[in-house]
């Protein structure tokens, strides 16, 4: 596990949701690359950045991997969850995961940050929309907070960060 001095961030989401656009906007400015290539299958991403630990995954895959993900879930002290929210088909499945996760016990303290992402996307839903989907004022005795971020430019991301960081410091 982690040191107790390092704090873990989990990533989590669908495919294509922009998980590694925005991871590759957390990572420290000289290990970012240039073009992401769309996760598959399972893949782990992980970097230090100011103590803290980001590690992402994708939810893809019908759960194939869940077991091999929940071992992450007991060095979490953060979740950040990514929807698409463009992707109305696909938001009942991202609500699916996202009530398994909530039910870990490993999870059940840990605050989860939102991003409604793609915001920059016409069609796009609001993050008031999306979280009345994913039904998130049920949930009452954890920290949670949803904010529209476009992954590309960076619109949103770092106010979400910042009230990440609040919750674990
Ligand atoms: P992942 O599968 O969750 O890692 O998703 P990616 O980071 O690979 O992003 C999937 C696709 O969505 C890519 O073509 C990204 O360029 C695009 N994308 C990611 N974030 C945004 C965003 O905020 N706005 C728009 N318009 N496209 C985005």
């Given at each position: 596990?982690?040191?107790?001095?390092k704090?873990?961030?989990?990533?989590v989401g669908?495919d294509?949701?922009?998980?590694?656009?925005?991871?590759?906007?957390?990572?420290?400015?000289?290990?970012?690359?240039?073009?992401?290539?769309?996760?598959?299958?399972?893949?782990?991403?992980?970097?230090?950045?100011?103590?803290?630990?980001?590690?992402?995954?994708?939810?893809?895959?019908?759960?194939?991997y869940r077991?091999?993900?929940?071992?992450?879930?007991?060095?979490?002290?953060?979740?950040?969850?990514?929807?698409?929210a463009?992707?109305?088909?696909?938001?009942?499945?991202?609500?699916?995961?996202?009530?398994?996760?909530?039910?870990?016990?490993?999870?059940?303290?840990?605050?989860?940050?939102?991003?409604?992402?793609?915001?920059?996307?016409?069609?796009?839903?609001?993050?008031?929309?999306?979280?009345?989907?994913?039904?998130?004022?049920?949930?009452?005795?954890?920290?949670?907070n949803?904010?529209?971020?476009?992954?590309?430019?960076?619109?949103?991301?770092?106010?979400?960060?910042?009230?990440?960081?609040?919750?674990?410091?």
């Open positions: 596990g982690l040191g107790p001095e704090v873990g961030v989990l990533i669908l294509n949701s922009g998980k590694s656009t925005l991871l590759n906007r957390l990572r420290p400015k000289k290990a970012r690359t240039a073009d992401v290539v769309p996760t598959i299958g399972f893949q782990v991403e992980s970097f230090l950045k100011h103590g803290i630990q980001f590690t992402a995954f994708d939810m893809s895959g019908a759960g194939r077991s091999l993900w929940e071992a992450y879930f007991k060095d979490a002290q953060a979740v950040i969850f990514v929807i698409d463009t992707d109305l088909v696909r938001m009942c499945v991202a609500k699916d995961e996202l009530e398994l996760m909530l039910r870990h016990p490993d999870l059940r303290k840990v605050p989860f940050l939102f991003y409604a992402n793609k915001s920059d996307v016409p069609k796009c839903w609001t993050a008031l929309q999306c979280a009345q989907a994913l039904q998130l004022d049920e949930n009452k005795d954890k920290p949670w949803i904010l529209a971020s476009n992954a590309l430019t960076g619109e949103g991301v770092e106010e979400g960060i910042d009230w990440l960081a609040e919750m674990i410091k």
